[in-house]
């Protein structure tokens, strides 16, 4: 073969994987549009009537994740099965955005985190790399970061809304999540700044708990959410 | 007696157990056990990237030896020599790439790619070196590819480890350099045929420096041709690439120009005084 045949080989492979990646942005532009609709819904819980409307609110991001799963289906056949790492750095960010939408979910739902094999049946992928296109599992970890973070909002603002329980068990189950990220050994990488974002979602939290403790409004709280649950 | 009694308590509840019953009292939730779990999972994925990063060193580092050495050669009586050494060498690296093969086996080659690509980028550079100076031609990635299909060396090889072929009786590993390693390989090579070129005329060798024009144009050309197709990293290796074709040029049109007026045992300073002003250019000291 001569250099120029090489090159023009070479060039065809290379055009092959940019064609490729094309077809995966535009999957991956209808994702994030999703996501971004389920966003929305589920960002009304911050305000005072939102509270109620909770259950509502799931559902219908529930229904939503359905377009989701669709959609995924489709992005699954725009690349070779066993190349999932090649092109990843295209959906890693819309795909962290489902996970911590999932696991938004799922604890306004039962107030527990939601598991990595739980994400990948909403979002409709697999949770195992061996069986097809999966979750990774610091797609996962930072989703459920996020999640952290939504949280200690969610706290401050129950407080507004006069909700006075919420933020307690909110509080409970960061910490919670803290002990568990301390386990881990991460690597000075993108989780791991996200990772250190977390302690000032504990400390805002903590922050809320403790206003509401020195004013007595937990007493409050405790004794309403015994008839709550 | 009550104190043999007691002696006897302690024995029936040693400090282990004592520990194991407290976490009974607690045991782990749900998610601190999901956490364990996802740390070992984690662990795991960053030693092996490790492991493929120290490969990658050691490859980078014993390709860069091979061209130091490949330099040396000159088509006088040690030539010989010289390219036998070399292909000890690229052995060496070749066995270092067996073992980034064996380490990716049952992986996803891409979730690592970051940590040996800089080590495949400097073997085939160095491969492709060794190549052009005993064929004057490039050598193409499949031809690269091909030498690195490895079978088990040994017994224990073969009993130990997984491998790509489901025949146990003779394992294979294998590894793709990518269309993109390739490419920057061949790019950096580009910088050593030029500074062939100018040490080869200091050897008083007038012919090389007007085959590596001509062979460095059609390369020059490849990368024309393929642009922006690839990704920057490709492209950027463009410009430095142009600069190398330049001197090499420049080299050739001062031997046509003045190789005639200057006797051949002072070609040699003419290009020394030249080199020294390119390294000034690069920096080098």
């Given at each position: 073969?001569?250099?120029?045949?090489?090159?023009?080989?070479?060039?065809?492979?290379?055009?092959?994987?940019?064609?490729?990646?094309?077809?995966?942005?535009?999957?991956?532009?209808?994702?994030?549009?999703?996501?971004?609709?389920?966003?929305?819904?589920?960002?009304?819980?911050?305000?005072?009537?939102?509270?109620?409307?909770?259950?509502?609110?799931?559902?219908?991001?529930?229904?939503?994740?359905?377009?989701?799963?669709?959609?995924?289906?489709?992005?699954?056949?725009?690349?070779?099965?066993?190349?999932?790492?090649?092109?990843?750095?295209?959906?890693?960010?819309?795909?962290?955005?489902?996970?911590?939408?999932?696991?938004?979910?799922?604890?306004?739902?039962?107030?527990?985190?939601?598991?990595?094999?739980?994400?990948?049946?909403?979002?409709?992928?697999?949770?195992?790399?061996?069986?097809?296109?999966?979750?990774?599992?610091?797609?996962?970890?930072?989703?459920?970061?996020?999640?952290?973070?939504?949280?200690?909002?969610?706290?401050?603002?129950?407080?507004?809304?006069?909700?006075?329980?919420?933020?307690?068990?909110?509080?409970?189950?960061?910490?919670?999540?803290?002990?568990?990220?301390?386990?881990?050994?991460?690597?000075?990488?993108?989780?791991?700044?996200?990772?250190?974002?977390?302690?000032?979602?504990?400390?805002?939290?903590?922050?809320?708990?403790?206003?509401?403790?020195?004013r007595g409004l937990n007493k409050e709280a405790t004794v309403g959410a015994g008839g709550e649950k | 007696g009550s104190g043999g009694f007691r002696k006897r308590k302690h024995d029936n509840f040693p400090h282990g157990q004592r520990r194991e019953e407290k976490e009974n009292v607690n045991p782990p939730s749900a998610l601190m056990t999901s956490f364990k779990s996802f740390q070992l999972e984690l662990d795991t994925r960053h030693d092996k990237y490790e492991r493929l990063v120290k490969l990658s060193r050691d490859i980078t580092i014993e390709s860069k030896r091979t061209i130091f050495l490949l330099h040396r050669f000159t088509s006088a009586p040690n030539g010989e020599e010289i390219l036998n050494e070399s292909e000890v060498k690229l052995d060496a690296v070749r066995r270092k790439i067996k073992q980034v093969a064996q380490e990716l086996i049952g992986e996803d080659m891409y979730q690592f790619h970051r940590a040996i690509s800089p080590g495949l980028q400097e073997y085939v550079e160095a491969v492709s070196f060794q190549y052009f100076i005993k064929t004057r031609s490039l050598i193409s990635v499949e031809e690269i590819n091909k030498q690195l299909i490895f079978t088990a060396e040994d017994r224990e090889e073969t009993t130990n480890m997984t491998s790509n072929s489901h025949d146990k009786q003779s394992p294979t590993w294998s590894l793709k350099v990518t269309p993109v390693d390739y490419l920057l390989g061949v790019a950096d090579l580009t910088g050593e045929l030029m500074r062939l070129c100018i040490s080869s005329v200091g050897n008083g060798d007038i012919d090389t420096p007007f085959e590596l024009s001509q062979f460095l144009r059609q390369i020059y050309d490849g990368f024309t041709f393929i642009g922006n197709t690839g990704p920057y990293e490709v492209s950027k290796k463009l410009y430095t690439l142009k600069q190398s074709l330049a001197k090499v040029e420049n080299a050739c049109y001062t031997l046509k120009v003045r190789g005639s007026e200057i006797p051949k045992h002072m070609l040699a300073d003419v290009f020394s005084t030249k080199t020294e002003l390119i390294d000034q250019e690069e920096g080098l000291p």
């Open positions: 073969m001569s250099v120029s045949e090489m090159f023009a080989a070479l060039q065809g492979a290379l055009g092959q994987d940019q064609d490729i990646r094309e077809e995966i942005r535009k999957e991956v532009q209808a994702l994030e549009q999703t996501a971004r609709e389920i966003l929305t819904l589920l960002q009304g819980v911050h305000q005072g009537p939102g509270f109620q409307h909770i259950p509502k609110k799931c559902q219908k991001a529930r229904e939503h994740f359905g377009t989701v799963r669709t959609q995924m289906e489709s992005l699954k056949t725009k690349f070779p099965a066993d190349q999932y790492y090649r092109f990843h750095e295209h959906w890693r960010f819309v795909l962290q955005r489902l996970v911590f939408l999932a696991a938004f979910v799922v604890y306004l739902e039962s107030e527990t985190l939601v598991t990595r094999e739980a994400v990948a049946e909403i979002l409709g992928i697999e949770a195992d790399r061996e069986r097809g296109f999966h979750l990774d599992i610091e797609d996962y970890l930072s989703g459920v970061l996020t999640l952290a973070s939504e949280l200690a909002r969610l706290a401050v603002n129950s407080v507004t809304a006069g909700d006075y329980a919420r933020p307690l068990r909110i509080s409970t189950f960061i910490n919670e999540l803290d002990s568990g990220f301390r386990l881990l050994n991460l690597k000075n990488d993108s989780l791991r700044k996200r990772y250190d974002g977390l302690k000032y979602d504990v400390k805002k939290i903590e922050e809320v708990v403790y206003d509401l403790s020195i | -």
